[in-house]
Every structure is written in C-alpha cells, then in structure tokens.
Nanobody, 122 residues
Framework: QVQPVESGGGLVQAGDSLRLSCAAP????????VGWFRQAPGKEHDLVAT????????YYADSVKGRFTISRDSAKNTVYLQMNSLKSGDTAVYYC???????????????WGQGTQVTVSS
C-alpha cells in the first residue's frame, strides 16, 4: 500500500512561512488524490487542503484559504503545502494522506503518513 511520508515541519514565529512536502516512494503520486490534514492537541483531525489526481482541482479549509497553497510537482513525485502568514492557531501535527479517488474533500482517506509537527510561536 502507498505510504505517504511528510517532511518540513518545525518551529517558526507568527508571520513566517513554511513548506511541507509529501512523497510516496515506489508509487506514482499522480494516481491519487492527496490531502493535508492537521490535528491540534485534544482535537480531531481536520482537512486543510486537498488536490485532485490531475492537479486541476483544489480545496482549502476556510481557516487557511488565502494563506496556504497545495501543489504537485510530478517530476519530483511530490505534493507540497506552502504555508504563509502562519498563526499560532496553525500549530498542529500535519498529516499527508492519499486516496484512490480522483478528488476527495472528505475525511476518509485510505493511506496516511506519520505526521510532522508544526509549531508557531507568538
């Protein structure tokens, strides 16, 4: 089964930018819809952004719209989440997930990464 692997998390100050990467070694990532989720302490995970197989369709949660951008780089077989103007409320464990659907804005993704911590200080 495809196993997404996230990287790029860390500790940053409010207003800074950070780019998360998601890769799936041994698989063609363009065969999957890919979503980014986040889970803050004591809360359930929420969908942050998703991108279709083709990259033609994207979705963003209202809380990040205008600040975050999801994208694909087929040559690198990688999906990115560019996070700008970070706020303390963005602090969470961020998960990359893949699904066999062409495009999916729900929570029931099939394949999940291990997560990467993003901490935004005030």
């Amino acid at each position: 089964q495809v196993q997404p692997v996230e990287s790029g998390g860390g500790l940053v100050q409010a207003g800074d930018s950070l780019r998360l990467s998601c890769a799936a070694p041994g698989y063609t990532f363009s065969n999957y819809a890919v979503g980014w989720f986040r889970q803050a302490p004591g809360k359930e995970h929420d969908l942050v952004a998703t991108i279709s197989k083709s990259g033609d369709s994207t979705y963003y949660a209202d809380s990040v719209k205008g600040r975050f951008t999801i994208s694909r780089d087929s040559a690198k077989n990688t999906v990115y989440l560019q996070m700008n103007s970070l706020k303390s409320g963005d602090t969470a464990v961020y998960y990359c997930a893949a699904d066999d659907r062409d495009y999916y804005t729900g929570r029931h993704y099939s394949y999940w990464g291990q997560g990467t911590q993003v901490t935004v200080s005030s």
